[in-house]
Every structure is written in structure tokens, then in C-alpha cells.
């Protein structure tokens, strides 16, 4: 099976300032994304990004490649498309988006997502998911839910929960630390793309459920294309998104 790894990286960052430079134990830490990304086995890894600071800090990186890309792109998958023209890609060439703020995902998720992807080939995108097993993630809009039909094609994503089962989410149980959530599905934020698609994608309009939602998934849902998922086989740790979350990484690696 062969693959291409695409991690977007923007300097700027609401709640972390920097964000890919933050330095995690003497490495950066879209330095150590990357590592993960290149222990996953794909045939070549690419960081794209919009800013030449990322450039500078991973040019001491021989294994890699590192792509400029425009500003004016709103979000990750738009910039994967650029880069896909820019390489000059073939149109069945498999494209996985890893984030540039999990320094800690397993490398067996990166190929698992590619190997769906190439597996289903009526599908135009995979992804990962994984049982919920708190309570605290069953009413949580930051831990974004997705259905599936039997075939494991997405039917919908989103901060609400869903499937709703009407005979025990009331809220006098939503703080029932004993709730039954075996039925919910947590999505895992990592996507593999046919550069054939990515083309497409750039050309469709924003849907109405992602700008109510804010998960750019739904625009495809939305477009009529099928997202395959899968349940992941290794859980990936959360990424770095507060200076909390910074500190949780360098902990983990410093034991």
C-alpha cells in the first residue's frame, strides 16, 4: 500500500500563540508530529504551511518536505488540495491529513486510515472513531459524535448526541456516572483523501450544517460523497490545544 502524509500547520493560533514551535522536550512539536508521521510507513511525508518560520525550524529535517502554501485558505483541506497541484499528484494517489497538533498520534492509525480508504473504493474520504466510554464525552460538544449505516459509511457528525436514546438521556441522568454509552461513537479527527477528490472538494460550496456545526466534514456528507469509518485499532491521545494540554504531552514523554 502506498500513501502520502499532509500535515497542515498554521503559526497562528488563538490559545497558543506558535503553536507548531512550541518546544516539547527539545523538539518542536510539529517536529514530532512529523517523526510519528514517518514511523507510519508512508512513502512521503509533507508539512504544508503558510508561514516561514515553520519552513526555517524543520529544514535540519532531510526525511521530510516542506510546502508554502497560500494564506488564504480556510482550513486544512483546502491547503492539502494545494498541495496536491503543486506536487503535481496522480488523481489516485491516497492523501491522509494528519493534524500538526498531535505530537503523540500512533503511527498504526495513520496507515489504518490510508488501508480503509484504499479498501473502499466507493467512498471518497476515511476516518476513525472510537466507543465512548465516559459519560463526561456523552454530553460534551467539544467530543464530536458520528452515525453510521451498517456498511460504516458516516450518516451524520455532531457536537450533539446522537443516536439520542429517549428512555435514559433525560437530564436527570445526564449526570448518571453509570449511564449506558456503549451505542455513541466519538470521531477521530483524521482523514484520508484520493487526491482525485481533494480537487473536487476545493471546488464545493460551504453547506449550511458545517457553519452551524463548525465541522467541515458535513460539507461532503452535504455534497452527497460517502465517508467511510472505521473503528480505530490504537486510540489516539488528545492533541495540544491549551497550554494544559502542552504540559499533559510533556509529562507523558518525560515518564
Known amino acids: 500500500m502506498s500513501f502520502i502524509v499532509v500535515i497542515p500547520s498554521r503559526y497562528h493560533s488563538t490559545r497558543l500563540p506558535a503553536k507548531p514551535l512550541l518546544d516539547i522536550l527539545g523538539k518542536t512539536m510539529i517536529?514530532?508530529?512529523?517523526?510519528?508521521?514517518?514511523?507510519?510507513?508512508?512513502?512521503?511525508?509533507?508539512?504544508a504551511t503558510d508561514d516561514q518560520r515553520i519552513v526555517d525550524a524543520l529544514k535540519h529535517i532531510k526525511k521530510i518536505d516542506v510546502?508554502?502554501?497560500?494564506?488564504?485558505?480556510?482550513?486544512?483541506?483546502?491547503?492539502?488540495?494545494?498541495?496536491?497541484?503543486?506536487?503535481?499528484?496522480?488523481?489516485?494517489?491516497?492523501?491522509?491529513?494528519?493534524?500538526?497538533?498531535?505530537p503523540l498520534i500512533p503511527p498504526s492509525v495513520i496507515k489504518q486510515v490510508a488501508s480503509n480508504l484504499q479498501q473502499n473504493s466507493h467512498a471518497s474520504v476515511a476516518t476513525l472513531s472510537a466507543p465512548i466510554d465516559e459519560v463526561d464525552d456523552v454530553f460534551n460538544?467539544?467530543?464530536v459524535k458520528v452515525v453510521c449505516?451498517?456498511?460504516?459509511?458516516?450518516l451524520y457528525f455532531s457536537r450533539a448526541t446522537i443516536p439520542w436514546d429517549r428512555d435514559h438521556f433525560s437530564l436527570e441522568n445526564q449526570t448518571d456516572k453509570s449511564l449506558n454509552c456503549t451505542a455513541l461513537r466519538r470521531h477521530i479527527g483524521i482523514y484520508a483523501y484520493r487526491v482525485s477528490f481533494l480537487q473536487e472538494y476545493a471546488t464545493l460550496s460551504v453547506s449550511p450544517l458545517e457553519l452551524i456545526?463548525?465541522?467541515?466534514?458535513?460539507?461532503?456528507?452535504?455534497h452527497g460523497f460517502k465517508i467511510h469509518v472505521e473503528q480505530a485499532k490504537e486510540i489516539p491521545p488528545p492533541g495540544i490545544d491549551t497550554q494544559d494540554d502542552l504540559q499533559r504531552v510533556i509529562d507523558f514523554l518525560s515518564n
Open 149 to 154: 449505516d451498517k456498511n460504516n459509511m458516516a
Open 213 to 222: 456545526e463548525k465541522l467541515e466534514q458535513l460539507r461532503v456528507l452535504w
Open 67 to 102: 510546502c508554502m502554501t497560500s494564506k488564504e485558505h480556510q482550513s486544512g483541506t483546502d491547503r492539502l488540495a494545494e498541495v496536491c497541484q503543486q506536487f503535481n499528484f496522480a488523481d489516485d494517489e491516497i492523501i491522509v491529513n494528519v493534524q500538526g497538533d498531535e
Open 31 to 47: 517536529e514530532r508530529v512529523t517523526q510519528q508521521a514517518l514511523k507510519s510507513g508512508a512513502k512521503q511525508v509533507i508539512v
Open 141 to 143: 460538544v467539544n467530543a
